[in-house]
């Protein structure tokens, strides 16, 4: 997943600001983003466990009832500030540059240093931790970041299927767990380093598993 950072100055014109009504929407924006970044910096200061709603609006300079008003749960507004991490990319699609195995390492090299990130990897602990008990988030996450994100993995794999580059017959669903369980398991048990050469072996692995 990539992420963008988008900056912008306010000007400030002393003889329009005294006659213009303040703006709703821009101001309901930016207590949005800042309750989104005082939930990811407190989760990777504190961890999710010690994280509550209270903190969260201390922290953005909201009320706890803006809070709610938005998200209905701690787990909520943690899913939602990762999923900002990539809010304003233009959908999710994976280079195609006619060879799988050059687009799937600059993918995974990619995920690895993500996942590698700290910035990245508290606020996707801790939403993996509230999954678990959460079948309400769970759903939430397989409908707005998991779900997308899978088919666009499989539509650049049919297109490697097209290519002859894949088997005809493959299984779209298990050449994706052959690539990514792995990572995910080292990843979730920290039980080895994530580098760009894992990612590229994790690859090989997984094309020649699926060769035609």
């Known amino acids: ?3 963008r950072t988008v900056s912008s100055r306010l000007r400030y014109t002393p003889a329009v600001s005294s006659t213009r009504k303040p703006d709703p929407a821009r101001r309901s924006e930016r207590s949005r983003q800042a309750v989104l970044t005082a939930a990811r910096e407190l989760v990777s200061e504190l961890g999710y466990a010690k994280v509550t709603i209270e903190a969260i609006a201390a922290r953005a300079g909201v009320g706890k009832q803006t809070i ?3 998200w209905p749960s701690k787990g909520a507004v943690v899913f939602d500030s990762f999923l900002a991490l990539s809010e304003g990319d233009e959908g999710v699609r994976l280079p195609d540059s006619g060879d799988i195995g050059a687009d799937l390492r600059t993918v995974m090299r990619a995920t690895v240093a993500e996942f590698a990130d700290p910035a990245f990897e508290a606020p996707l602990r801790a939403l993996n931790t509230q999954i678990i008990d959460d079948p309400d988030l769970a759903a939430l996450y397989r409908e ?3 779900d997308p994100l899978d088919q666009a993995k499989k539509e650049r794999l049919r297109s490697a299927q097209r290519a002859g ?7 779209l669903d298990l050449v994706l767990e052959v690539l990514y369980a792995p990572l995910f ?3 979730l048990h920290r ?5 760009p050469e894992y990612a590229d072996a994790l690859v090989d692995v997984t094309l020649r598993a699926f060769a035609p």
């Open 68 to 70: 709610y008003r938005w």
């Open 191 to 195: 039980s080895g380093p994530l580098t």
């Open 165 to 171: 580059q894949l088997r005809a017959d493959a299984d």
């Open 1 to 3: 997943m990539s992420r």
């Open 185 to 187: 398991q080292r990843w």
């Open 144 to 146: 707005k970041l998991a």
